[in-house]
């Protein structure tokens, strides 16, 4: 909520209470880094633009912090969860649901309209990802940012040849995309080169680079979930640090339109 200091800030090196997010090995890195950028600016109501957004895992306590999101989503069933997440949460007024993908998100949001894009789990699965980033890169006001997640193509290889499937990680290593081929639930992965290359090509500028997942998906179950306070401290170690953040499931890209 909004009061005479500004927005309410959540403490993600903190246990969350009710107004915060949930903090996880699939979260905690990206929401350090939102959380860094929040406090850059303490005071303002931010204009967010949360692309693939679903139910609103980000959007939702992103609105408790007191900043006005919109969601962008494919998919009516995810966005009526979204604006039940928002109304109990008490912040319906502050979020925005929208029906559509990101293949057509150039006509959805007007230009220079937002202060912060989300851009969580799409680029691997759009037609074209070039276009989709252009059209985040013009959707934000000039010093605005973009959180962007796409998977990683080194830790899907090494996932698949130690699960014994070598045909299939020789084939997502050697696919330019780093697709395994038709059946390939995503389009394509990304190595941090790659997806540095697309962003700058859209005229952003990348700040940081983490890896989220590092480790999670390759520990036993009983560790994961028997440490998971300790998990996540070492998830967040790791995220910034190649060769481990070169291998994590995910890239968390961090970028900014110029001033």
């Known amino acids: 909520m909004i009061g005479a200091t500004g927005p309410r800030l959540f403490r993600v090196e903190q246990t969350p209470g009710p107004a915060g997010p949930s903090l996880t090995p699939r979260t905690a890195v990206v929401w350090s880094v939102l959380r860094a950028e929040l406090d850059r600016r303490p005071a303002a109501e931010l204009t967010v633009l949360d692309v693939g957004g679903g139910t609103g895992g980000f959007a939702v306590p992103l609105a408790r912090a007191g900043h006005r999101v919109t969601v962008v ?40 309209s937002v202060d912060l894009v989300l851009c969580h789990a ?25 959180s962007v997640l796409v998977a990683g193509r080194a ?77 996540v401290e070492l998830e967040r170690a790791l995220a910034a640090r190649p060769p481990w953040r070169d291998v994590a499931a995910q890239l968390h890209l961090f970028a900014r339109r110029p001033a």
Do not use: C, K, W, Y
Request: proline share 6%; net charge negative.
């Open 73 to 112: 989503d494919a998919s009516p069933d995810a966005l009526a969860a979204l604006s039940r997440r928002a109304a109990e949460a008490g912040v319906a007024e502050r979020v925005r649901a929208v029906q559509g993908d990101g293949d057509a998100l150039a006509g959805l949001v007007e230009p220079a």
């Open 155 to 231: 830790a899907a290889v090494l996932g698949r040849a130690m699960n014994g499937h070598l045909d299939v990680a020789a084939a997502l290593a050697a696919d330019p995309d780093g697709s395994a081929g038709p059946r390939d639930t995503l389009r394509r992965r990304f190595d941090a080169e790659g997806a540095t290359a697309l962003l700058a090509a859209a005229g952003l500028t990348v700040e940081e680079i983490h890896g989220v997942r590092v480790l999670a998906d390759l520990l036993p179950a009983a560790v994961a979930d028997g440490q998971p306070g300790a998990l």
């Open 122 to 146: 799409v680029l691997e699965v759009v037609d074209d990802p070039a276009p989709v980033v252009s059209a985040l890169a013009d959707a934000l006001r000039p010093g605005g940012a973009a």
